[in-house]
């Protein structure tokens, strides 16, 4: 399991003045926490090891929705790449996946549900790469995986751009991670408050005032 790129406890971030935040958020953000080139330069880190690791396979990329829409696409971008430019490629098939799992504001619901009419028969036997923004509890995955699994796929791995250090962790880790976290609600890059902060460039932590200025 990769340990991907560990952000202290004690990490501060940056100030938002320093970057370019989009003037509607300007008061609702305490610290960017991680600039949209670091997430970039680690994105493309992860391409590489996932053509490494999974060359040779005809593979299935899971978008989970919607905080990995993101993610996914960059990701992808960079696969592409490789794929032009080396020797060895990687060929995949794209399928998004939307979960239940989250009720209003910052609380995590029990339990996970496929949203929508997504059949997962159409997995069976296949090579599968599933693409999370962010795995805290450990919760929704176990139970996704879990879901998968009653299909038989051939192959199932994991890549989550973040990893959440929490004490409310299950123990699971992604078998691709991109960045360990503390404990800190983070949006942006895609990942909402509420369906707020999505349009961010930057992975940032919200302040109390964001907090309340969107709540449901």
Aim: glycine residues 6%; contains cysteine; proline residues 4%.
């Amino acid at each position: 399991m990769a340990s991907g790129l560990l952000i202290s406890d004690d990490e501060r971030g940056y100030d938002p003045d320093l970057f370019c935040i989009p003037k509607h958020y300007a008061e609702d953000l305490e610290r960017v926490f991680i600039p949209h080139g670091l997430i970039m330069d680690r994105t493309e880190r992860l391409a590489r090891d996932i053509m490494r690791d999974m060359r040779g396979h005809h593979i299935i990329v899971l978008c989970v929705l919607k905080g990995g829409y993101k993610f996914f696409a960059d990701l992808l971008d960079y696969i592409k790449a490789l794929n032009r430019n080396q020797n060895e490629s990687l060929p995949m098939t794209i399928d998004f996946i939307r979960l239940k799992r989250y009720c209003c504001n910052d609380q995590m619901v029990v339990e996970v549900k496929v949203v929508g009419d997504h059949d997962l028969c159409q997995l069976t036997g296949k090579n599968i790469l599933i693409v999370e923004d962010i795995v805290e509890t450990g919760s929704t995955m176990k139970k996704l995986l879990k879901l998968l699994e009653d299909h038989k796929p051939q192959m199932v791995k994991v890549v989550s751009l973040l990893l959440k250090r929490t004490p409310r962790s299950l123990g699971y880790r992604p078998d691709f991670v991109g960045f360990e976290i503390p404990d800190k609600f983070v949006v942006g890059y895609a990942l909402d408050y509420n369906e707020y902060f999505r349009d961010l460039n930057h992975i940032c932590v919200i302040s109390e005032r964001g907090k309340e200025k969107y709540k449901v």
